[in-house]
Structure formats: structure tokens, C-alpha cells
């Protein structure tokens, strides 16, 4: 079985590396040495809270999220590190809750393993016998490294139906204030799906800015000493990459999104960068690093992490978000491009032509990769289907990596061969849509301001674009068109709403956004977005 690892550690606007990594299996399946335990470091379990909808009951669950922290041998376990991760998977668990039901889904979410009869994260704690020098290398062996002394010690991984957050003590810091091996590989961070498994991995440091204090804290992290993570100051852009900002509060944050879009690797899903920027967008493009933004909106105004369109269709149907469903059929959909020499270009858009066809169950949805990234999603009914999908994000006669993923309703996925194709040169491009709220979460007949200024218009005067608002994910635009990119909308009934855009050009060719999901109404303690802030009890 081949593991599919898409590892993110670049600026935006850098080139995507996408690593195909075999044969994991055969490292992960080493022999047991021991049995993991609980960490049992936070007996008391303060600072939590059950969600705001219990999952199921702790040994009903039969797709599970586990964590891992791994100590290495001369090691000691961080000062809080239990409830930091307990806090961390119980907050994160209600941010994909809330999410999904933005977007139209419901309140889906993944269920976690337990301690005992509550409902509280077990935290595993593995001791490997080997030092953390023993980890150190390019970054596949360290991973490959990572995993073997995990199972080693007695967890087993890539088990169906596991998915797998690890946390390993591993990070070195020098005296410059860089880590072992420079400034890109200063953090060893991944993610990686199996069928129906999956693993997502980051380093003791990425644990160490979990605490809570430093998500607020706006001072500059240069020249603060953190025993967790290393004995010296750290230094700007040389202890983290210089896009995650200045402060002790931008890096914190940027570790908190930084983890969770590993794990959204570890379910499955591709890198997207539509509508997204650093601090503010999609969880698997850049946006991960606002995700400060969630839980201090107040005081975070401009930082946001959300679900693009693709990760919700597909999580809608990911056996990890379908806990207690009963599935009979593991075969994935057959997937092929139609024309494999050639991809066109239909209203300003270059796209290419598909069939999907499942011999078991039905066709749910498709995702169109462009070296790597998603760059658009369509749902799927029927079977077989043959369909087209097209994007804005494209340069004329620029060769691109292509494929299409699709997946049906019982989590099942099934990609079509790559192919290297190049859109065609001299069409008009369609304008390139983003779109930004001034809030997400806001009350009845409270304003919101929407904004397409920042879209492009690659071949034309992005002032004459014209813009209509799609004001509830129905499909249908709600205002007529206006060069006017701006516009204020209130609600008078509180729920969940979608908002979509459309750019149309001068020369007729349009291109829509992905949605944005947001939440109208008086939110009660305990439910919503406020569930992501735990409190003492």
C-alpha cells in the first residue's frame, strides 16, 4: 500500500513540495517492546470542559483520533504537556464541529480516544530507549525515525480506523537560536493518509507554544528563553520562519493551526489556497497560522482559520467525521482524465474532462489537483459520472501537474492518474475571486460588511469587474451586478449562512468564489464557536 505524504513547511507563494513516501508500513510495524501508558500528568483534568455535544461513548467509537507524545530516553515530559494537548484535541475537536455546520454539513466532527468512563482525551506516553540526537537527519529518515521508535515502544500505527496525532520530544535548539539541521528544519512537522488511517507529527516545540499565556501575549518573542523548547533566546526569523511573524502570540498561533493542518493530512486532505492568505483562510493553505483568530476574535480581528469547500465535501463523507455509520463497501471510485493531451479553456477557466465510476456505492464528490492543491470541487451524484472541472488558478502554457480525486459516500477515494498538461495560450482569464467578511460570527440585524476588493482581473481593469452576492449558499446571487465590490448585509434570522461571490470581466468570462460559512444569532455559553474556549472546573 502506497502512504501519500504531503508535508507543508513553506512561505506563501513558494513552490508546494508533495512527497510520495512508500513503505511506512513495514517501518511502523517493528515489534512491541512495551505498552504505552497515560500520561496521568493532569489527574484533575482542570481546564476542561465536555464539548458542547458529547461525542459517543469512550469505547463505542469506531474511527478514533489517539495522541502519542514520545519522550525520548534523555528527555524529560514538558511542565503541563498533558493538559496542553487535552485542551489543544477538545478545542479543535469543536472547530471542525462548527465549521462543518458553517458550510451546510451539520455539527461533524472526529471523536477521540478516552480515559477510562470520561469524556476526557487520553494523552499515550511512549519512552523510546534511544536520546533525541538518535532523530536528527533529512527530514524523511527523521520521520521514518519518529514512527519506527514509536512502534518500537509499543504503539502500533497506520491501524484502520486509527488516526494518529504524535508529539515528539525531538527538537534541539542551538545556541543562535536556530534548531539542529537550520532554519528549515528548525520544526519537523507532517502528515500522512492511508486508506483509512493516518498519522499527523510535530515537534516538542510546537507542544511548548500550546500554552494558553502565550496565544495572547503580543510581545516579541525574540530573546525570550522558553525551557520547553531550548536553554538559549530565541531570535527572530531564525527560531521560526520569518512568515509566522514577530510575536510570542503569531508563532503560538501558528503552531496551534500548524498541528491541526498536519492532522488534516492525516485525514486526507490536500493543500488549498483559494481565498487564503497568512493569518487568514484555509486551514490546509496558509490560513492555519490565524488561528488565534477563532479563539480571541476580539482581540484578533484580522485572524481567521477556516475550511475551504473542498476539505468540508470531503470531510463530510471521511469515516473519521462519520463515527457509528455502518460501512460495507472499502472499494475506492475508478478515476480517469478523458483527454490526457490537452486541458481547455471554457469561459476564461482551464479545466479538463473526467469519469468516475464506483462498483459499490455512490459517487459523492471530485477534486481537482493542480500540483498538489486543490483548485476546485464539485459534489457527484450518480454513477457513473462524467464530468468537467475547471479553475481560474492557472498561467497559459505553463506546464501543471494534474489529477482529479474523487470520493463516494461511504469515505472511500479514488484518484486518477497524473498528468502533465499546459492550458492554452491567448484566452481571456477569468477574474480571480476573493472575498473577505468583516466578521464571521455576529448577531441578528448586526452588520456585516462583505468585500471583493482584493480580486483580480489577470488579463483586464479589476475596477470594471462587476460583483454579485450569493447572501445564503443557494446558489442564487441575491444583489444584482456591481462594480461596487463592497457591500453590508443584516440578518434577521439567526442560523448558519454561506456567501459566495461571482466576478464577472469586461469580456463576459466569470469565475465564483469558494464559500464563506458564518454563524447569526446570540450564541449561548457552551455552544458554537464560544465551545472552543475551555475553562476551569
Not at 512561505?11 to 510520495?20: F, K, M, S
Not at 455546520?101 to 494523552?123: N, Q, V
Not at 504524535?166 to 500522512?192: A, C, K, W
Not at 470581466?505 to 464557536?529: L, Y
Amino acid at each position: 500500500m502506497t502512504i501519500y505524504k504531503l508535508h507543508y513547511r513553506q512561505a506563501p507563494g513558494c513552490v508546494l513540495r508533495v512527497i510520495l513516501i512508500a513503505g511506512l508500513l513495514a517501518v511502523a510495524g517493528l515489534a512491541a517492546a512495551a505498552s504505552p501508558q497515560v500520561l496521568g500528568e493532569n489527574p484533575e483534568h482542570r481546564l476542561l470542559r465536555p464539548p458542547i455535544e458529547p461525542p459517543s461513548p469512550p469505547n463505542r467509537g469506531t474511527y478514533r483520533v489517539k495522541a502519542v507524545y514520545m519522550v525520548p530516553s534523555n528527555r524529560s515530559i514538558q511542565p503541563g504537556a498533558e493538559r496542553m494537548l487535552q485542551s489543544y484535541i477538545v478545542r479543535m475537536q469543536a472547530w471542525f464541529r462548527e465549521e462543518m455546520a458553517r458550510l451546510g454539513y451539520g455539527p461533524k466532527s472526529f471523536i477521540y480516544e478516552t480515559e477510562s468512563s470520561i469524556l476526557i482525551p487520553r494523552i499515550n506516553l511512549v519512552r523510546v530507549e534511544q536520546p533525541d540526537t538518535a532523530f536528527q537527519g533529512p527530514y524523511q529518515e527523521r520521520w521514518n525515525k519518529i514512527l519506527a521508535a514509536v512502534a518500537a515502544a509499543g504503539f502500533t500505527l497506520w491501524n484502520p480506523r486509527e488516526l494518529v496525532l504524535i508529539v515528539s520530544e525531538t527538537q534541539i535548539q542551538n545556541p543562535d537560536g536556530s534548531f539542529l539541521y537550520g532554519t528549515e528544519d528548525s520544526t519537523f512537522f507532517g502528515g500522512s493518509a492511508a486508506e483509512f488511517s493516518g498519522i499527523g507529527l510535530v515537534t516538542g516545540e510546537t507542544l511548548a507554544r500550546f500554552n494558553e499565556t502565550f496565544l495572547t501575549d503580543d510581545q516579541p518573542y525574540a530573546g525570550r528563553i522558553i525551557p520547553a523548547i531550548g536553554p538559549f533566546p530565541l531570535v527572530q526569523s531564525i527560531s521560526f520562519p520569518a512568515f509566522e511573524e514577530t510575536t510570542l502570540s503569531s508563532t503560538s498561533s501558528s503552531a496551534m493551526g500548524g498541528a491541526l493542518h498536519e492532522l488534516g493530512h492525516g485525514l486526507g486532505l490536500w493543500h488549498d489556497f483559494r481565498n487564503d492568505t497568512n493569518f487568514n483562510g484555509n486551514l490546509m493553505g496558509n490560513g492555519f497560522r490565524g488561528s488565534r483568530g477563532i479563539l480571541f476574535p476580539k482581540t484578533y480581528p484580522n485572524d481567521d482559520m477556516r475550511l475551504s469547500s473542498g476539505s468540508a465535501l470531503q470531510l463530510n463523507y471521511n469515516r473519521f467525521f462519520n463515527n457509528g455509520k455502518s460501512f460495507t463497501d472499502n472499494t475506492p471510485p475508478q478515476v480517469a482524465i478523458q483527454a490526457q493531451n490537452q486541458a481547455v479553456i471554457v469561459n476564461g477557466q482551464c479545466g479538463i474532462e473526467f469519469s468516475a465510476v464506483d462498483t459499490e456505492s455512490s459517487l459523492a464528490g471530485a477534486l481537482l489537483i493542480k500540483d498538489g492543491h486543490v483548485v476546485a470541487d464539485e459534489p457527484l451524484s450518480g454513477n457513473p459520472v462524467t464530468a468537467r472541472l475547471a479553475t481560474y488558478d492557472y498561467r497559459p502554457g505553463e506546464i501543471s501537474e494534474w489529477l482529479i480525486e474523487a470520493f463516494d459516500t461511504q469515505g472511500n477515494r479514488g484518484r486518477s492518474t497524473a498528468v502533465s498538461l499546459a492550458c492554452p495560450e491567448g484566452a481571456n482569464r477569468a477574474p480571480h475571486p476573493f472575498v473577505a467578511v468583516s466578521k464571521r460570527q455576529l448577531r441578528v440585524r448586526e452588520k456585516v460588511t462583505l468585500s471583493a476588493m482584493s480580486s483580480l482581473d489577470p488579463d483586464g481593469d479589476a475596477s470594471q469587474m462587476a460583483v454579485e452576492w450569493d447572501l445564503n449558499g443557494d446558489g442564487k446571487f441575491d444583489t444584482p451586478p456591481s462594480s461596487i465590490k463592497t457591500f453590508t448585509k443584516a440578518y434577521r434570522k439567526p442560523g448558519v449562512y454561506r456567501i459566495v461571490a461571482r466576478l464577472t470581466d469586461e469580456q463576459g468570462d466569470a469565475a465564483t468564489s469558494i464559500p464563506i460559512g458564518i454563524r447569526v444569532g446570540k450564541v449561548k455559553t457552551g455552544t458554537g464557536i464560544n465551545a472552543l474556549k475551555t475553562k476551569g472546573r
